[in-house]
């Protein structure tokens, strides 16, 4: 088994306004993800993820405090015991289907939410640098710029539902999408 792994982690995060033609033919993933502690009103960091049949705890914390944009992300790989064994700490859980492709000539991963959150489509893009997340433009397959919407982020959608967050959706005139 491997090691704890630390990285900073950049990103930009849209929500679809379509599901982009580059999924077509790709198998996604399975993401079941677990957010810890199962309190309202908080917004947990740490995160349990089954991904297929790999398992693994991550913590993330902002570089900036409300800076969503940019931080700092812990891994520690799991084994399925120590994973069933955590599952049950917290009700709060995401499951979606990631699929990882290039856009634009750019790296994204497209996630398109299963269950609770079914219709929820968001792009994520990572970048190596301050300067390229900032010269970064966001191609017509993207409608709007969520990174610092915090409604979005996993642990505060975790023990929602789709219905839960419409009316934030509505504000960017988001159309339920499905795979």
Same mark, same amino acid.
């Given at each position: 088994?491997?090691?704890?792994?630390?990285?900073?982690?950049?990103?930009?995060?849209?929500?679809?306004?379509?599901?982009?033609?580059?999924?077509?033919?790709?198998?996604?993933?399975?993401?079941?993800?677990?957010?810890?502690?199962?309190?309202?009103?908080?917004?947990?960091?740490?995160?349990?993820?089954?991904? %297929?049949?790999?398992?693994?705890? +991550?913590?993330? !914390?902002?570089?900036?405090?409300?800076? &969503?944009?940019?931080?700092? /992300? @812990?891994?520690?790989?799991?084994?399925?015991?120590?994973?069933?064994?955590?599952?049950?700490?917290?009700?709060?859980?995401?499951?979606?289907?990631?699929?990882?492709?290039?856009?634009?000539?750019?790296?994204?991963?497209?996630?398109?939410?299963?269950?609770?959150?079914?219709?929820?489509?968001?792009?994520?893009?990572?970048? %190596?640098?301050?300067?390229?997340? +900032?010269?970064? !433009?966001?191609?017509?397959?993207?409608? &709007?710029?969520?990174?610092? /919407? @915090?409604?979005?982020?996993?642990?505060?959608?975790?023990?929602?539902?789709?219905?839960?967050?419409?009316?934030?959706?509505?504000?960017?005139?988001?159309?339920?999408?499905?795979?």
């Amino acid at each position: 088994m491997s090691t704890q792994v630390e990285s900073i982690e950049q990103e930009l995060t849209y929500l679809a306004a379509s599901l982009p033609a580059e999924i077509n033919g790709v198998t996604p993933t399975r993401l079941r993800d677990i957010y810890i502690p199962d309190s309202p009103g908080i917004h947990p960091r740490l995160r349990l993820r089954k991904k %297929d049949d790999k398992y693994e705890i +991550t913590k993330k !914390v902002p570089l900036t405090e409300g800076d &969503a944009s940019a931080h700092t /992300e @812990m891994t520690i790989p799991l084994n399925e015991g120590e994973f069933l064994a955590l599952e049950n700490t917290s009700s709060k859980t995401v499951e979606k289907d990631r699929y990882k492709v290039a856009i634009n000539g750019h790296e994204a991963e497209v996630d398109v939410f299963v269950g609770l959150h079914k219709g929820l489509v968001v792009i994520d893009f990572e970048f %190596d640098s301050e300067e390229a997340k +900032t010269a970064f !433009v966001a191609p017509d397959v993207c409608l &709007a710029d969520v990174t610092q /919407e @915090m409604f979005i982020a996993g642990g505060k959608l975790a023990g929602k539902t789709y219905a839960d967050i419409k009316d934030k959706l509505d504000r960017f005139k988001y159309v339920a999408l499905s795979k």
